[in-house]
Each structure stands twice: as C-alpha cells, then as structure tokens.
C-alpha cells in the first residue's frame, strides 16, 4: 500500500533522471548546475502555480482560471506601479489579497451553488482575462528601481548557476504548502474532500471552509506567479500566460496526482514540472527539434501516467 | 423476461396489476412533467437571444435591415449566422458528448488537425475535392473516436483524456505543416468557407445540414434516448442492455466529425492551416454553448437546437459589443458575466435564493399597503 503510493512518483522522478542522463551524454554543458538552476528560474511561475493546482486536484476538483489570474495579477501591478506610481511591495500587498477574494468567491459559488468547478473556473477564466484586458490591452513595461535590485539579487552558486529570488519564492512556498498538506488538519481534509466528500463530510470535515481556502489558496498562489512572471518578464501582458492552467494541469497529471482526486503528492508536481522543463531543455538543446515536439511528447507522457495510474488503481477494486 | 413472467404467481397477479397502474401514472405525470418542463427549457435561451437581438435594433435601426445583391443576402443577421458556424457545428458534437456525461477538451486541436490535412492534401495538385473532404471528415471522425476510445474502454475521466488532443493535438497540426502556415489556392474548397448557395453563405447550409441529419439520426431512432440514458446513469443503462460504451465511442466520434467540419470552415475561409490559431479556445465557446442552452455538464437531457441557439447568444454578444461601439476589449468581461449569470440562474439554490427575495419584496409592499 505504502509503496503503492509512491509507484507514479518514482517513475515521475527516474523519467526525469534518464532525460537529464540522456541529454548530458548528448549535448556538453548539459549536466551542469547552470541547466538545473535554469530550470528552476524559467519555471518558477508554473512550479507556483502548479501547487495550486495540486491542492485543487487532490481535493477533486479543477482550476481552469489560473492562467487569467497569472494574467490580470501582473497587469495589476504592473499598472499601480507605473501609472500610479506606487511602491511595488505596495502594489503586492493590493494585488494578493485581491487574487486571493477572487479564488474565495469561485469556492464560494461552487459550493454554495453546487455548480461544477469546471465551468466555474472557466467563468472565472473569462473574468479574470476581460478584467485584465479592461484595465489594459497593451503590454506595460515595468521599469522601477526595485524591480532592477530583485534582478540583481540571487544566490551565486558553483558552475555558474545561481537561484534568483523567484525561485527561492518558489522553494519557499513549496516548503510551505507540502508541510501543510501533510502535517496539517486542512492538508488532510483536502485529501479526506478528494477521497470521498460525503464521508469527508460525516467525518466532520467543514466542506465549505475546505473548499473556499482551496481556490482562495489556488488563486493566491496564482497572483503569486504573476507577480513572480513580472520580475522574469519586467512586464504585464494581459494576453500573456495563456494555456498556464493546462501546462500546470499537465504537470499534476505527471507527477502522479489522481484527477479523481483523493490522492497525490506536491513533490510529484514539482518533479513533472522538472519533467517538461528538462523535455524542453532538450528540444532547446538539440535545435534541429521544433518545438512543436514539445507538445506531442508532453501528451504522450501524459497517456502513459493515466494508463499507468488506470493500471495501478485497476488492482484495487475499491477505488474502481 | 420470462423466467421473471412465470414468478409472478395468481395471488399476487392484482397486486402486480395496481402496481402496473400506479407505474403508468407515474409515467404519465413524468411525461407530462417533461413537457411542461421543455417548454420553460426553450423559453428563456429564446428570451435571452431575443433580448440581445432587441438591444442591437434600438443601437441601430437598421440591424434587421437585409439586401439582396449578387445573387447573396447580406445583413447583420446574416453575419451572425455565418460567422457563429463553426461554434454551431462543434456544439452539435459537444451536446452530445455532454449528454452522455462528458466534455471535449480537443475539438479545437482537432480543427487544427483537419485544417492541416487539407491544407496539405490541397498542396498536390489535380486533386480531387472530394478525396480533400473526405480525408478531412475520417481524421475528424479518427481523432474523435480515440477519445471515446480513451473514455469508454480506459476508464478516463473525460476532461483528462481529451486534455491529451488538446495538448498533443496542435503539436501535430504543427508538425503536419512543419510549423509553416500553409496557404493554398483552391476554389473550390475555398466555397466551403466563402461561397454561398441559394443566396445563404455555405457555412449555413453545413449547420443546418448537420443539425437536420443528426436530428433525424437521434431522435428517428433510440440513439438520442440512448445518449441521454447513458449520461443519466451509465451503469444502469447497461444493465438495460445498452452497449454503453459504443454510445461514447459514437458520442465523441460525432463531436470529431463536427470538428472536422468547423475546422474546414474556417481553412477555407482563411485559405489557410494556421495550426497555432485555427479552432483556438472554441472548444470553451461550444462548450459554453451547450451550457447556455440550458444542458447540465453533469449529463442527460439534450437539445441540439438550444446549443445552437446558444452558439447565437454567444455570437450576437460578441456582434452587440461591436455594434454598440464598446471597445472589443469588454467582450471578454461581458462575456463572463452572462456566463456567470446563466450558471447562477442554473442552480436551484440560486433560484430559490432569488424568487425568495422577490417574495419578500412583494410581501414586504403588501404590508406597507395593508398599513395605509
């Protein structure tokens, strides 16, 4: 049972093992700390997200809104900072709170009104994406003092590599949210919801605390993204970050998390997102690859996790 | 069936017979509940459209206005119609699959696809626009059949396993054009899109042919009755001897097929495979559609003609927004807003919250004129 458990994420973790082994025996220079740091710097805004998305998972449902809050957090505060000219740890302290309501309200409507999260969040993906668009249509360059001092700031490792404040966000939170999610009341009510609601239920789980904080904590982690994505790009784009939610949902998948809900582990995530990162790197690497391939390969990594998660749950008849 | 006639012994022959009445009644009351019920179910999509339809008129006058020149009609209704066929063809498909308790995540990866093939099918020369068409309806029909495939006899959830087109299915587009726009020159296929027959646009004429075969197709024969048992509960309707799993196989090959159709639509009205843009997010506007006309994602009843009329709402919005002159960057606001409010007047809950605040209103008024 216990080992059961942890079948999709060892061969999530040895996939992303043999791509990397793969890839440093191919192309020089791609096993170093330079590569890996790369990783951790180019997706520091899915990694966050897809923690998100996890816990949302886990509890049975879906966020299809993440990718329109990534969105509409950094033309918020791409917005306050540049024509209201306020601080950006300002415009952050404004812009969370709110990305964090927005996710309570989705909660608030599916369980209040027993609507499905799907279409829930696919509204809130349409909001999100038109009050994002509303407020502008134009990419707003971000050019502010403290923005220059966060690009500067990172950890120098060996080899060239170094962590830049946006993955240490990343690390940070990941710390969090696996500790909550295993060492926590709300992280086992979260699985108890996925698992079965109505037990969960007469078990004395607070179904509509546990599913507001899941989308409120899912739309927070979002807004974090996007402010994290403003210090990649130095910019809020209100048509940026479009198919986040599917990459982040893609990553879920690959990391071992039954969409059923009920089961999965944050590191699983974590270590799909590496997967599709290192795929990436790869194709970047190789050059005579299009990216188009990225996209065939990342879906059928996917059917091979679902069959492989149809196969492992196919032994025990009382998950069927 | 016999076995179970040769059970019931005299004695419990009136019992059997009171129970056999009282079943009819219950079939009756259900069968009339429906009807009342379908009624009220056209009702307010019809109202809906309606009132957009209104909205345009006092904008401008001369919205219902219609010409006739070069043998073509033209007018604003017109351009609706025309320019809502590809979100009507995939939602035809789309009723269906969410009849039978899925969703389709892939349909616009799928036009792709299509749009792909032709493209490049159209690249050979002297080739026959028949073998161009067809080719394009079986990958439809293909790329479809894989999902139900994937759904019925894996056991996938429906929104993950056609995740996988939907991902995996542009980056074969992609691949299929070598990452090229592929424009081509053919007049032919080019009519599907731009031509016109009887003074309609095509794209017309491939909905309401769709609509009326599929009509026929599902409601002439058990299929419909079928789809909607499956989606009702799809292990009892097995027990009942419905092959379950052909009925999604059929459901998500006929969404593919509908794919296909709005995919080559809208190549040849751009007489080109843009693989990255063709189809892109139409599979949340048809999914829509079908929601708006009133299905529940959760499976059963459906109606094609009300996702259609969704199909319309949701366009009419879109042409209201241009007319009205509001800046086309509202269209999404707005658009999410009438979404909200369909899914909120959905739940009964929601209805319930609503006509009890109106009560209230009203006993509240009479009060206030009892004291007077």
């Known amino acids: ?320 | 069936m016999k076995s179970s006639a040769e059970m019931i012994s005299p004695e419990a022959l009136p019992m059997a017979q009171s129970s056999q009445q009282a079943m009819n009644k219950e079939k009756t009351d259900r069968y009339q509940a429906g009807k009342s019920a379908s009624f009220g179910r056209y009702l307010w999509p019809l109202l809906a459209l309606t009132l957009l339809l209104l909205v345009n008129l006092f904008i401008d006058s001369s919205f219902f206005h219609l010409t006739y020149q070069d043998d073509r009609l033209y007018g604003s209704l017109i351009d609706i119609l025309n320019r809502s066929a590809p979100v009507a063809l995939l939602a035809i498909g789309m009723s269906l699959v969410i009849a039978t308790g899925g969703i389709d995540l892939s349909v616009g990866a799928v036009m792709a696809i299509v749009g792909a093939v032709c493209a490049n099918l159209l690249l050979i020369p002297d080739i026959s626009l028949v073998t161009v068409i067809l080719a394009g309806l079986i990958v439809g029909l293909a790329a479809g059949s894989i999902n139900g495939a994937l759904v019925s006899f894996l056991g996938i959830q429906p929104i993950v396993a056609t995740l996988l087109l939907m991902v995996a299915g542009r980056g074969v587009a992609q691949l299929i054009n070598q990452g090229q726009i592929i424009t081509f020159q053919h007049e032919g296929f080019a009519a599907i899109g731009v031509g016109q027959f009887l003074g309609l646009p095509m794209p017309i004429w491939i909905v309401v042919g769709m609509l009326l075969l599929s009509q026929l197709l599902l409601r002439k024969t058990a299929l419909g009755l079928f789809i909607e048992a499956v989606g009702c509960n799809a292990k009892a309707s097995r027990y009942l001897g419905i092959n379950d799993k052909s009925i999604k196989i059929f459901a998500y090959a006929i969404a593919g097929l509908c794919a296909a159709l709005a995919g080559m639509i809208s190549t040849a009205d751009i007489q080109g495979s843009d693989a990255n843009n063709i189809g892109l997010w139409l599979e949340l506007d048809a999914i829509l559609a079908v929601v708006i006309g009133g299905a529940a994602l959760t499976g059963g009843r459906f109606s094609l003609v009300l996702s259609i009329i969704g199909a319309l709402i949701i366009q009419t919005l879109a042409t209201t927004i241009i007319v009205s002159g509001l800046p086309a960057k509202f269209n999404l606001l707005i658009k999410a807003i009438v979404i909200l409010s369909v899914l909120l007047l959905q739940s009964e809950k929601f209805r319930r919250q609503l006509s009890g605040l109106f009560k209230l209103g009203i006993f509240n008024n009479a009060k206030a004129g009892d004291k007077k």
């Open chain 1, 1 to 320: 049972m216990m080992a059961q458990r942890f079948i999709p994420l060892w061969i999530t973790a040895s996939l992303l093992l043999v791509m990397f082994l793969i890839g440093s025996a191919q192309f020089e220079g791609f096993a170093s700390i330079r590569v890996v740091t790369n990783l951790f710097r180019d997706n520091a805004f899915l990694l966050i997200t897809a923690l998100g998305m996890t816990l949302v998972i886990i509890s049975g449902g879906i966020d299809l809104s993440v990718g329109s809050v990534i969105a509409l957090s950094g033309v918020l505060t791409s917005v306050l900072i540049t024509e209201y000219h306020w601080h950006p740890l300002q415009a952050f302290a404004l812009v969370l709170p709110l990305g964090t309501l927005f996710g309570a309200m989705m909660g608030t409507i599916i369980h209040v009104y027993k609507l499905q999260p799907f279409i829930v969040t696919l509204a809130g993906m349409f909001l999100a994406r038109g009050m994002a668009t509303t407020i502008s249509e134009e990419s707003i360059a971000i050019d502010h003092p403290f923005y220059d001092a966060i690009a500067d700031l990172s950890i120098a490792l060996p080899g060239s590599g170094s962590l830049d404040i946006s993955s240490l966000i990343f690390i940070l939170f990941f710390i969090i949210i696996a500790t909550v999610m295993h060492y926590s009341r709300f992280g086992t009510n979260v699985y108890a919801l996925g698992g079965n609601a109505q037990s969960a239920e007469l078990m004395g789980v607070s179904i509509a605390k546990t599913t507001i904080s899941i989308y409120a904590l899912s739309s927070f982690l979002a807004t974090l993204a996007g402010i994290v994505f403003t210090f990649y790009t130095f910019s809020g784009y209100a048509l940026g970050a479009v198919g986040v939610e599917l990459d982040a949902i893609a990553a879920v998948v690959i990391g071992g998390t039954l969409l059923t809900g009920g089961r999965g582990f944050v590191l699983g995530t974590v270590l799909g997102v590496f997967l599709m990162g290192v795929i990436q790197t790869y194709i970047t690497f190789d050059g005579t690859l299009s990216s188009w391939w990225t996209k065939i390969v990342i879906g059928l990594l996917l059917f091979f996790f679902i069959v492989l998660q149809k196969l492992l749950n196919g032994r025990k008849p009382s998950h069927g």
